[in-house]
């Protein structure tokens, strides 16, 4: 899920350090009941971006993609292809623009991942290298292709973009990124290597879309809706956890870049989290899911994602 920009020209801004801390590389695959096999998904994004109550954008996105889980050496692994991709946005003068973004995220979604053998999370992208070889040779691309620009502006603009997006492709900068993708979130969880559907809550990292990704815990209420000897569904709610969120840091934010422009000041902050996502049990596939996103800062921004995936084989 790629994150709008309100302005051309804007730059992440400065806030204190935040860690986040990823699951360590676990090599026990005894215990798994990961299963090898092979699904095609295809699944709808809408994003919806209102600004003082007014719809600013936004944004349709259809993805098509392939996952073949394999056992090899030891290792649980998933190849993901991104096969096709459909992107509309509203107003049309942004259309350049996302459809940029989209390329760049194709070279992103085409990754060969090793799943931790206990939570069937992502542990480590086995070709990070040719992905970065990817993008080197689509910026070789770009430069090649602008090279008539004459205007200095624009070609100092286009340094920009591609310097602002290199740092999104390091290992750890990847795997953050995925922690966020829908698809990546809903395929890679625990039902790839364990059986038990525990209804335990627990507590989950997202990243903030309106301020530079700046890391949101959320307290999720985790419970089985129905299931049966084919399937079964989850119902996954996300509460802000406000004890450990830095309000003052997305405060600053919203005082630089946004406040310019709307004139209010920052009021408050929500971000909710649902999801009702549905198990086929005989391959350990995910089947079907449902999942909303609502970022707010109350009166003044809102971002809305409505996500819907299936799989078709």
């Not at 090793?114 to 691309?141: C, Y």
């Not at 340094?159 to 395929?187: G, K, S």
Request: proline share 3%.
């Amino acid at each position: 899920m790629s994150r709008f920009k309100f302005f051309e020209d804007e730059q992440p801004i400065q806030t204190k350090n935040h860690q986040v801390i990823l699951n360590k590389n676990e090599d026990r695959t005894e215990d798994t009941s990961f299963k090898a096999g092979k699904a095609r998904y295809r699944s709808e994004q809408l994003v919806v971006i209102k600004v003082d109550g007014i719809i600013e954008n936004h944004a349709d996105t259809k993805l098509e993609y392939t996952v073949e889980k394999i056992v090899k050496e030891n290792q649980l692994l998933a190849d993901v292809k991104l096969v096709d991709q459909i992107v509309k946005i509203q107003p049309e003068y942004l259309q350049d623009s996302f459809d940029l973004m989209s390329k760049i995220d194709f070279i992103k979604s085409n990754a060969l991942i090793s799943l931790n053998p206990t939570t069937g999370k992502i542990n480590k992208i086995e070709n990070i290298e040719q992905i970065k070889e990817n993008w080197n040779s689509f910026k070789r691309d770009v430069l090649k292709n602008t090279s008539f620009v004459q205007s200095e502006e624009m070609k100092k603009s286009i340094l920009t973009y591609l310097d602002n997006t290199e740092p999104q492709f390091t290992h750890e900068n990847l795997i953050q990124d995925f922690q966020i993708r829908p698809f990546y979130d809903l395929f890679f969880d625990r039902y790839l290597v364990s059986k038990n559907y525990s209804e335990n809550n627990y507590t989950k990292l997202y990243y903030s879309q309106l301020f530079d990704r700046l890391p949101i815990e959320l307290e999720i209420k985790n419970t089985i809706s129905s299931e049966s000897p084919e399937n079964v569904t989850i119902l996954k709610s996300g509460i802000l956890n406000r004890k450990n969120l830095c309000i003052q840091d997305f405060e600053k934010i919203y005082d630089l870049r946004y406040k310019p422009r709307i004139g209010y000041k920052f009021e408050g902050y929500d971000f909710t989290h649902h999801t009702q996502i549905s198990y086929d049990l005989n391959d350990d596939m995910l089947l079907d899911a449902q999942m909303t996103i609502n970022e707010v800062v109350k009166n003044n921004i809102e971002v809305f994602v409505d996500y819907k995936i299936r799989r078709i084989d």
